[in-house]
């Protein structure tokens, strides 16, 4: 269960000159083999209410919703093919990553392309295995014809974004990270470019959203292409924060700690119509026109040209010399064993070193 991040925390103690790095990668998913360590949801969207079907893995190859294109990127899409009957609903992806990642974790993605149109609610965000009370991150997410990302939380009740927290974005829509407060809307930050979302971010190329999962709070940056900091170009297999300037978005630990409120997470890309936010009929009245359902998933399958991601990569990050990696697709001892185990592997790894 905690081999691979074992044969990490082993290098790393091999290798001094690894030791300064504050995370160090411990899983890609890229090229040819991005889809090989996620799970295909294989159902109706059961969790927002949305109008599509998620298809799965073969169905998703075979229909060419999720697939590698000529520049050996991961496509993940939308249906913009069929004319749908009365009732029917869209075909989609939503995938989840089998590996959880433990605080002590960043993760990073390099998209060209991002989901966007009337009816069209796509998210890059995480998850623990008990959702929502486990814990939310939501990086990327974005509905309609909105120009900018949003970024969350949702948490037990508790956990509040700070008017002190350190970030670059003014744009702070709520500040209560309670999945009991506000119909769960979260504690949500825009970020401020019109790069971060829909055509804006594709006529820019894209850019490069970067979420750190730490004990002293959790962050994300963005960075349009333009902006991509060098120490995140080229194949970085390391990665510092403090080369990364002041974070988008910023919830401290001193009024949301994540090791209590959030458990291990598991990464997730998923493309929904309508549904509880992009079909709010308020929300959807406020950049689109005419009726979610009805108009725009039954409407000219053209409608959902640009209702796909194309994705670069997914990197994460461990902390280095630790385990934040829990292997295959759900935990099953509680976060506190996993953790205590882990510290155990450490110990052992340490003490056969020296040993030696
Ligand atoms: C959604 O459907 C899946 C597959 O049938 C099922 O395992 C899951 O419990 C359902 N979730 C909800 C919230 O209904
Ligand atoms: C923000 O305010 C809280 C509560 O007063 C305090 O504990 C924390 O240290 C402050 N953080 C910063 C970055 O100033
Ligand atoms: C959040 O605030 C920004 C800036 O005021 C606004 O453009 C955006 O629509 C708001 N988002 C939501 C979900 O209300
Ligand atoms: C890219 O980001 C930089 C830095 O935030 C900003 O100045 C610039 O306007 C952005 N470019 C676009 C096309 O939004
Ligand atoms: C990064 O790694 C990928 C796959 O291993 C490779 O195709 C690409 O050329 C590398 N890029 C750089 C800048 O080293
Ligand atoms: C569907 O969308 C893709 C982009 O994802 C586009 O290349 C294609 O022309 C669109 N239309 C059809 C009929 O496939």
């Known amino acids: ?113 991002v989901p966007y149109g009337c009816s069209v609610w796509p998210a890059f965000w995480s998850s623990a295995q008990d959702w929502p009370s486990g814990g939310e991150i939501d990086t990327f997410e974005g509905v309609n014809q909105v120009t900018m990302n949003q970024m969350a939380l949702h948490t037990a009740p508790g956990c509040t974004h700070p008017a002190n927290a350190t970030q670059t974005s003014k744009l702070v829509n709520s500040t209560d990270c309670s999945i ?22 594709a006529a820019d190329g894209g850019g490069m959203f970067v979420t750190e999962f730490a004990e002293d709070g959790i962050s994300v940056w963005f960075f349009n292409r333009s902006s991509i900091p060098s120490a995140l170009s080229g194949n970085a297999s390391t990665v510092n924060p403090s080369d990364l300037g002041t974070p988008t978005a910023n919830w401290p630990s001193s009024s949301c700690s994540p090791a209590q409120f959030f458990d291990p997470q598991a990464l997730v890309f998923d493309i929904t119509l309508c549904g509880e936010f992009a079909g709010n009929s308020v929300i959807f009245q406020e950049t689109c026109s005419g ?14 040209d640009n209702a796909y ?19 295959g697709a759900r935990p099953s001892t509680p976060y506190r064993s996993v953790v205590a185990a882990a510290a155990l592997a450490v110990a052992a790894v340490g003490g056969a070193l020296l040993a030696l």
């Open 180 to 201: 009991d407060a506000n119909n769960n809307e979260g504690c949500v930050v825009t970020t401020p470019t019109t790069s971060s979302y829909g055509q804006g971010f």
């Open 291 to 304: 009726v979610c359902y009805d108009d725009w998933v039954l409407g000219p399958p053209s409608n959902y």
């Open 1 to 113: 269960m905690v081999r691979s991040s074992s044969l990490l925390a082993c290098t790393a103690f091999l290798l001094p000159a690894l030791v300064g790095a504050q995370y160090s990668m411990v899983k890609e998913y890229q090229g040819a083999s991005f889809f090989d360590d996620w799970n295909f949801y294989n159902n109706y969207d059961n969790l927002t209410s949305g109008n599509v079907n998620y298809l799965s893995a073969k169905t998703a190859g075979q229909d060419q919703l999720a697939y590698i294109n000529d520049a050996g990127n991961a496509i993940m899409k939308v249906d913009n093919t069929s004319t749908l009957n009365v009732g029917a609903n869209r075909n989609s992806i939503r995938i989840s990553t089998k590996d959880h990642f433990t605080v002590g974790s960043m993760w990073i993605t390099d998209m060209v392309h």
């Open 309 to 327: 991601f194309e994705v670069q990569y997914v990197r994460v990050y461990g902390a280095t010399g630790e385990l934040t990696v829990i292997s």
